[in-house]
């Protein structure tokens, strides 16, 4: 089986701030734009999609008109990250979506980001994702 691996689409737009009001707005934009492109690339083949959502899936929290719209444009995709992660006991906010549903999660590993003053500015960690 042959893989293409293409960086298609631009990620202005793909997070936003609270409370920001103009960064949400992009951010509705940018998953209103992505809809379209996912749906056309799904009729084309296989796809993966890997994105730093800022979201649970399913819906946990934040702007639900946002998470609606990424719901949105995620259909007809699997998300492979959409359950509870072993390791962290937590569900991600960055996921793996793909379109042939083969995809999970078998490692995770926990990654502090530190200012320069020991303080923690981001709690993020790796997920290794593998084919069943």
Do not use: C
């Amino acid at each position: 089986m042959q893989h293409d691996l293409v960086d298609r689409y631009p990620t202005h737009g793909a997070s936003y701030s609270a409370g920001n009001a103009l960064s949400l707005r992009q951010h509705e934009e940018y998953l209103r734009a992505l809809k379209p492109l996912l749906e056309q690339w799904r009729n084309e083949g296989s796809v993966i999609v890997v994105g730093d959502d800022n979201r649970r899936i399913p819906y946990a929290w934040g702007p639900k008109r946002t998470y609606d719209l990424l719901e949105s444009a995620l259909d007809g995709y699997g998300v492979a990250t959409s359950a509870m992660l072993s390791g962290v006991n937590e569900k991600s906010i960055d996921h793996v979506a793909e379109t042939l549903n083969i995809l999970t999660p078998v490692a995770v590993q926990p990654r502090r980001l530190m200012d320069g003053e020991d303080q923690t500015i981001s709690a993020p960690w790796r997920t290794f994702i593998r084919p069943d």
